[in-house]
């Protein structure tokens, strides 16, 4: 139903103000340690809150303009994204919150397109938590590939985690499903993969996973390629 959409899809952004706010909080614990920073640390941390406080107000606009739907459709924004500055903001957020966290990314040959850009972050948000969690405290890898296909554009998220079972792959994107994982007692109770496929689904587009077990898994979104609003 209506209802349960709206609220399952409000109890996930909820979880998404989890990472700003564990940013924002270290960041804080930083700037307040006796440590001298340098301007750069410092310049470095301003930026940081900055942008986490963007991203916080920017959920909490989507959770009311969520909330104010009676029967309409949820209506995805068309905002213009610099795909650089994208990722590049999620892998700093993620080099804060996981120092060991190893994230590499490459944009072939695109420069921005037309999306919305709170749910795309919360693709990336879920996308990303999910490849540190699911990875060996050794190996926490993850490289990001955006790249052009026909008329859409293609998000490619490789990690080299514990994998996927045959098996399990059909139930991932469903909702409460968790992979039982040695790295991840304390996991979150698996709502990610299924918000991600609710995601993809306002955005008109598809996720789809390929995966080896012991080797990693590639997570990859397809979304139409939208040059102007």
């Known amino acids: 139903s209506l209802f349960k959409l709206q609220y399952d899809f409000i109890n996930n952004v909820t ?13 804080g614990v930083n700037l307040r340690s006796d440590s001298d920073l340098s301007e750069k640390q410092r310049r470095h941390y301003g930026k940081i809150l900055d942008e986490e406080a963007d991203k916080l107000n920017e959920l909490m ?29 999620y892998i700093d957020t993620f080099k ?14 695109l420069v921005k397109f ?24 050794k190996r926490r890898e ?17 990690d080299r985690g514990i994998g996927i079972a045959k ?32 995601l993809v689904n306002f955005m008109e587009g598809e996720i789809t996973v390929n995966s080896k077990i012991h080797e990693g898994s590639e997570f990859v979104v397809t979304l139409p390629y939208e040059t102007a609003e």
Do not use: W
């Not at 693709?123 to 490849?131: D, G």
């Open 15 to 27: 979880h998404e103000f989890k990472t700003p706010v564990s940013v924002i909080k270290r960041a």
């Open 61 to 89: 606009n989507t959770l009311l303009s969520f909330t104010q739907l009676e029967n309409n459709a949820f209506r995805a924004k068309k905002e213009e994204i610099i795909l650089d500055d994208f990722v590049k903001s």
């Open 96 to 109: 804060i919150k996981y120092p060991d966290f190893n994230i590499n990314y490459r944009i072939h040959g």
């Open 114 to 137: 037309y999306a919305d850009p709170v749910l795309l972050g919360s693709l990336f948000q879920n996308l990303m938590e999910n490849a540190y969690k699911y990875s060996n405290p």
């Open 142 to 158: 993850l490289s990001i590939d955006v790249r052009k296909e026909k008329r859409n554009i293609v998000f490619a998220f490789a």
């Open 167 to 198: 098996e399990e792959i059909t139930h991932i994107f469903k909702k409460f499903y968790r992979i039982e994982n040695q790295y991840n007692q304390h996991g979150s109770a698996g709502l990610g993969l299924a918000f991600c496929q609710e």
